[in-house]
């Protein structure tokens, strides 16, 4: 591998053109977040319909992972990442233009299919460019930039759609998407003489592999657990709840989803901090996310009546954090699997959140469905109080399995040498220092 003090410029060139494609692969991502009520107009959709067009492109999304990070793996970062980018483009291209359903929902598996190796791409270019020391705060710096890209759906995004309408917002993201991934390819590398797996590997052989040690499922879990909650939020039920639930106007509610994406911007460097500062108490810190964003939830859903703006606000401040939180599940993959086969690790890893969200969005729109009267669009704050509810079903899940994996992961590192101390212990040598 090319160190990066004989190439540090090259290395920051690529590591731009990385973060530069994630960028506009979050907005491509997110931009039905905050066009969940035209979207219903539209396309004439009720709480599930309009869950499905989350849940199709979040499951090519999942769907993708392992195979694009097998590619990523034999090809390399580049071709795979172009070729992602082009093909979100052409998705939200198709969705400017039609207004039929089944064509719509093509349009969301292209986008999603085409956003799956854009994060594990940009991992894995990372690690092959930076020395170890830096890799955990890489990793939140390009999660910040990826947030700014949900910033930019929330503010200017939202403001091009309801000025200039659906059709025009959805055709520009495709010609902007298109030019950054013109722009993307042209600065993407790999170092020289990197590893790669034997062709003669198969698939499915290098998948076991990948996927055995129990650290890295522990970021499969990892992942599972602290992102589905900002990701129901931001990408569909978020701007609705707001509105229809708790009574705000849209501006309000896409000052809460900015706020949520604030909140997971400025978390980022203290987790990626606290990654590389205690790298053996990581699991500490996904689980205190994951238990502030339970107490969050549930102080906002005991309530019958609308909450003031401070507490909303609080809510998705809490659950913005979990977004950073759940790149701690790169950083089990970096350090548990072997580097030829990182890619296929990190797409493992990457499949936790997302085959939460899309068990979360769905469960949520076909509660509202069940519980709201026949044929409604509009949804009561008592009708999304139970809906939510259901979220505690993936949270105990995924704590569940945060909690075993690591039980096993630490024995696997007892039998390497490697002894994690218990934390009362860890905490009286620290007073001790």
């Known amino acids: 591998m090319t160190t990066p003090d004989r190439a540090s410029r090259q290395a920051w060139l690529v590591y731009l053109a990385a973060v530069t494609a994630y960028f506009i692969a979050v907005v491509h991502r997110t931009a039905l977040g905050v066009a969940g009520t035209e979207a ?50 052409a998705g939200q291209l198709l969705l400017a233009v039609t207004e ?97 797996p034997a062709a003669s590997e198969r698939m499915w052989t290098a998948v076991r592999a990948a996927t055995r040690p129990h650290g890295t499922r522990l970021g499969f879990w990892t992942h599972f657990v602290t992102l589905f909650p900002l990701n129901t939020l931001a990408l569909l039920w978020g701007v609705p709840f707001f509105i229809m639930g708790q009574g705000r106007t849209p501006a309000e509610a896409s000052l809460l989803l900015t706020v949520l994406t604030l909140a997971a911007m400025a978390g980022g460097p203290v987790v990626g901090y606290l990654t590389s500062r ?55 993959a970096r350090t548990f699997s072997d580097a030829e086969r990182l890619g296929t690790a990190s797409g493992f890893v990457n499949v936790g959140g997302f085959s939460a ?3 979360s969005v769905m469960s949520v729109g076909l509660v509202l469905q069940i519980v709201a009267p026949a044929g409604a669009t509009v949804y009561s704050l008592d009708e999304f109080r139970i809906a939510f509810a259901v979220l505690l079903v993936p949270w105990v899940v995924g704590v569940t399995g945060v909690i075993r994996s690591r039980r096993r992961a630490r024995e696997d590192m007892a039998r390497a040498g490697v002894v994690v101390p218990r934390m009362r212990d860890a905490l009286r040598r620290g007073r001790r220092r």
Do not use: C, K
Request: charge should be positive; charged fraction near 10%.
């Open 357 to 359: 969200t899309i068990l």
């Open 278 to 332: 205690h790298p053996l108490r990581r699991s500490w810190i996904v689980l205190g996310s994951a238990v502030a964003t339970a107490v969050a939830f549930g102080g906002l859903l005991a309530f019958s009546t609308p909450r003031p703006m401070w507490q909303l606000a609080l809510v998705v401040v809490v659950v913005g954090v979990g977004g950073p939180v759940s790149a701690v599940g790169m950083d089990f």
């Open 100 to 196: 039929s359903v089944p064509i719509a929902l093509v349009a969301r598996l292209l986008i999603g299919a085409g956003d799956a190796p854009i994060f594990i791409g940009a991992m894995r270019l990372i690690v092959y460019w930076f020395p170890p020391r830096r890799v955990p705060m890489l990793v939140q710096v390009t999660g910040l930039i990826g947030q700014a890209g949900q910033l930019a759906t929330a503010i200017p995004v939202a403001a091009l759609l309801h000025a200039a309408g659906w059709t025009t917002t959805f055709a520009t993201l495709a010609g902007v998407g298109t030019a950054i991934a013109f722009v993307a390819s042209i600065g993407l590398r790999s170092p020289p003489n990197r590893e790669r």
């Open 40 to 89: 219903i107009e539209r396309f004439g959709l009720q709480a599930t319909g309009l869950a499905m067009f989350s849940v199709i492109q979040i499951a090519a999304y999942a769907a993708m992972q392992i195979p694009a990070g097998r590619l990523i793996d034999r090809l390399g970062a580049r071709p795979v990442m172009t070729a992602g980018l082009v093909l979100m483009a």
